[in-house]
């Protein structure tokens, strides 16, 4: 693990420790090992209060789910099943405020992460598009918010057009806001800063960063700029002068899945960065995904951010 990394954990639990109540996590998946060990840390370390469901469960949300889902075509009886499948029962406590958060994938897909958090708790007010980001701890704490920036959306949206591209920003700034408690300055990347290059590839940017200021003036955003561009104080200055963010983005906005993928998995395997993720954003609930590999320190620190962000309140940076 990083300095960063820790680091960031680090204030994870000074953040949780002076609530007035711990954040209650729901796990579906509670006969992984890897969850049970994280969830028996969370509470040896007073840090959450974990919910691991095992077992059968009982049919205490079955109304709740068909009230979300019968205009969809879905019967009683299908509710029934439905609402007792352990993804769908956590996403369901959570929506009705018997858990604060939940955190799944362990051992289900992104997809069927996604689609419980969606059916059963739904998408945030103004929210239009579910996506993912990575926090990505890397070892050079000059970068982002004491080397921690924010990569998105590398799970989720394969080929987002320029509104979900703006969707995807707003969302991961208010994502940055939320967890790490700092202002964000987003940058659309491409292999292009400011129109050095052609291509339509560039053009959903450019609409897409159009949509950002219509929709959230207040935002810090550029686009398109260069990797280097965005992060390098003396290369922003050279190729993106005046800009609000170049040199100093703490957000990372990638035109695709592809890249955002290749780039976030780059910056793991050879710059040695630490990568918590994916985690979802746009759902009016926290409800995050883990990966089908990750360890019990992973879900560990996934379970720590989902309470960071249950706690409604701003992390101190």
Known sequence: MTDSAAALLDRFCERLRRLPRLPRIVFPEGDDPRIVTAAERLGKENLAEPIVLQGPLDAAYVSHYYERRQAKGVSAAEADVAARMPLNYAALMVAAGDADAGVAGAANTTADTVRAGLQCIGLEAGVRTVSSFFLMCVRDRTFGCDGVLLFADAGIVIDPDAGQLAD????????????????????????????????????????????????????????ELQADAALIESIGEQKAPGSPVAGQANVLIFPDLAAANIAYKLVERLGGASAFGPLLQGLTRPFHDLSRGCSAEDVYAVALLAAVEASGELMPV
């Open 168 to 223: 995807i920003a707003i969302a991961s700034a208010h994502s940055a806001r939320k967890i790490l408690g700092v202002v964000p300055k987003v940058a659309l990347l491409s292999f292009s800063t400011r129109g050095s290059a052609g291509h339509p590839s560039l053009d959903k940017i450019g609409l897409a960063l159009q949509q950002i200021r219509e929709r959230a003036p207040e935002l810090d955003a550029d686009g």
